[in-house]
């Protein structure tokens, strides 16, 4: 049964028009009751006439992610685990940010990727996420903060669980529906799109003008990046990079480069220049994430000196570098530790 949740809202005129032969402004009432009001249940439709409602229920469903559970952190940050239909589960975390929270969306069960510190990649991959689980995400997630009369939804990040760029298709999709007005309406500046970095579908990305990437680089050259994170440096340092230069942006726009900072592997004082010397004149801004250790893995958190001597010689040579604070960490919500596979 098709969930009316994975059409845009241009698939859902057509599904309306051509399938159910209704006319166009039942798709904007379906639209509205779905994205808008976070209404999943067609006799809560209340403009919406009884045997209509009948004749949709035997074609069609709104059907959410389910929420198999709930973490709160010690600093608000929390993290749902959601159970799809056929089983897969995947995580998605919320971040509390003054008045308003950021969310973190997965767009893929598990990844392929294989990134040798990440606990996603740990899992392999799974499968893609739909238009409606990735989305589904946000409406559950707003449901919680509005039940909980918390801070709204304003900011989305799509460095969830898999590869965005890899699911591009619905990932395109989803960023088209987000800023309706009529809908989800979270629209005031473009989303991140986390990414390892693939040249070509950056360029789609770019060409798109929705969003603005965050490269996940971790690495000053080719060599040591196939060392840490071998599938995605098939893709050459250099061409990623020179994709980079060739990324359309808006005057003040700039790309996020994520540097994971490995205690002893990629944090030494040589690498921060040899990463100057990568991306200067690249409009760009670095982002430090210190490693968030989990079981298992052959790596440590690097020193806080040596982070803030990474800092300090990338804004020595001009850059604008950032050491980011990881929230969360306490129920493993940080960056990279996300994996689902606790509820088995
Ligand atoms: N696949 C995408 C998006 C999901 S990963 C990507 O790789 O960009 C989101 C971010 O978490 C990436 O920058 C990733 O490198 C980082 N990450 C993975 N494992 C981590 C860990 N153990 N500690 C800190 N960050 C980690
Ligand atoms: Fe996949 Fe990103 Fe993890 Fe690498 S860091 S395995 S690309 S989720």
Redesign the pocket.
């Given at each position: 049964m098709i969930n009316l949740l994975d059409l845009t809202r241009t698939e859902l005129e057509t599904f309306c028009t051509q399938e159910l032969g209704l006319p166009r402004f039942r798709a904007e009432q379906l639209w509205q009751w779905m994205w808008q009001k976070g209404v999943a249940d067609f006799d809560a439709m209340t403009n919406i006439a009884k045997p209509l409602r009948e004749a949709l229920k035997e074609k069609c469903e709104v059907r959410w992610p389910e929420i198999e559970k709930t973490q709160v952190s010690e600093d608000g940050t929390t993290k749902f685990l959601f159970r799809m239909q056929d089983g897969k589960r995947i995580e998605s975390v919320i971040i509390p940010m003054h008045d308003r929270y950021s969310q973190c969306l997965s767009t893929q069960a598990g990844?392929a990727?294989g990134?040798t510190?990440?606990?996603?990649g740990l899992m392999g991959f799974e499968r893609n996420l739909t238009h409606g689980e990735i989305l589904g995400q946000v409406l559950a997630a707003r449901k919680h903060l509005e039940d909980n009369d918390l801070p709204p939804l304003k900011n989305l990040v799509f460095?969830?669980m898999?590869?965005?760029l890899l699911n591009l298709d619905t990932l395109l999709r989803v960023l088209g529906t987000l800023p309706d007005t009529k809908g989800l309406n979270i629209s005031w500046r473009r989303s991140m799109v986390?990414?390892?970095g693939f040249p070509d579908q950056l360029r789609t990305l770019g060409d798109s003008e929705m969003a603005l990437p965050a490269i996940?680089l971790?690495a000053p050259n080719q060599a040591l990046r196939e060392q840490i994170m071998p599938k995605a440096a098939r893709f050459h340092i250099d061409d990623l990079v020179a994709a980079l230069r060739a990324y359309p942006m808006r005057p003040r726009e700039r790309i996020t480069i994520?540097y994971?900072l490995l205690g002893g592997v990629n944090d030494r004082p040589e690498h921060a220049r040899e990463l100057a010397t990568l991306l200067s004149g690249l409009r760009c801004k670095v982002n430090l994430?210190s490693?968030?250790a989990?079981e298992d893995m052959p790596y440590h958190a690097p020193s806080r000196e040596d982070a803030e001597a990474f800092q300090n010689i990338l804004k020595q040579k001009g850059m604008t570098a950032f050491i980011r604070r990881s929230m969360g960490a306490d129920i493993a919500a940080?960056?990279?530790?996300l994996k689902a596979d606790q509820a088995k």
């Open positions: 990844c990727m990134c510190f990440c606990n996603t460095m969830g898999g590869e965005p986390s990414t390892v996940s971790h994520e994971l994430i490693y968030n989990t940080a960056c990279g530790q």
